[in-house]
């Protein structure tokens, strides 16, 4: 199976400040990327899918870039609503594989 | 709007059987897309348990595989989970989901705490 790894594990940052999340496969994924965003008593939410294309309502100033193994989620100016914990997925093949999470926190 | 919402046993006791139902509302899983259950232990990272089509198809975990079964009731517009002989390690948050063939998965359910203990 396609092992997922994410970093770093915790990420302190300021309100107003960027973040960026990197998710690594372990083997070529091509596009077939996506990442979701979770909050305790939530379900998860898909943020973008195929690598950086943002789903329905997401705003802008989420990001997804990168290709093959290496992939990059970016959150501009950080809002109170975005601390929370985010996962990578691939889903080229079975058995769909997650990301650890990167958990992102208030600094 | 389309809801997922899964229902269950919050205890089961090791050996025996885990059963949970995911209720779809606003959309009939007849229509089309796969259906799915992921799981988090506490703590733990997600572990994708298995998906079908309302038509049958099926795809496992094949680390679960030799325990789990889908299956789902289109008359009641609902798809199920059966986990045998669990241990503590089965205790997770059990997620219901929706995904195209192969595809991100697009909508998920609010999560069912299971607790594996005697």
């Known amino acids: 199976e396609i092992v997922m790894t994410q970093s770093p594990a915790t990420l302190s940052v300021s309100p107003g400040e960027g973040a960026t999340l990197s998710c690594r496969a372990s083997q070529r994924i091509t596009s077939n990327l996506a990442w979701y965003q979770h909050k305790p008593g939530q379900p998860p939410r898909l943020l973008i899918y195929a690598v950086s294309t943002r789903a329905t309502g997401i705003p802008t100033r989420f990001s997804g870039s990168g290709s093959e193994t290496e992939f990059t989620l970016t959150i501009s100016s950080l809002r109170s609503e975005d601390f929370a914990v985010y996962f990578c997925q691939q889903y080229i093949n079975w058995p769909f594989t997650f990301g650890q999470g990167t958990k992102l926190e208030i600094k | 709007q389309v809801h997922l919402l899964g229902s269950g046993p919050g205890l089961v006791r090791p050996s025996e059987t885990l059963s949970l139902t995911c209720t779809v509302s606003?959309?009939?899983?007849?229509?089309?897309?796969?259906w799915g259950w992921i799981r988090q232990p506490p703590g733990k990272g997600l572990e994708w348990i298995g998906s079908?089509?309302?038509?049958?198809?099926?795809f496992y975990n094949p680390s679960l595989k030799t325990r789990v079964t889908l299956s789902a009731d289109t008359s009641k517009n609902q798809f199920s989970l059966n986990l045998t002989s669990v241990t503590a390690a089965d205790t997770a948050f059990y997620y219901c989901a929706r995904h195209g063939f192969l595809d991100r998965i697009d909508l998920w359910g609010q999560g069912t705490l299971v607790t594996v203990s005697s």
């Open positions: 079908m089509y309302h038509s049958g198809s099926t």
């Open positions: 606003g959309y009939s899983i007849s229509s089309g897309y796969y």
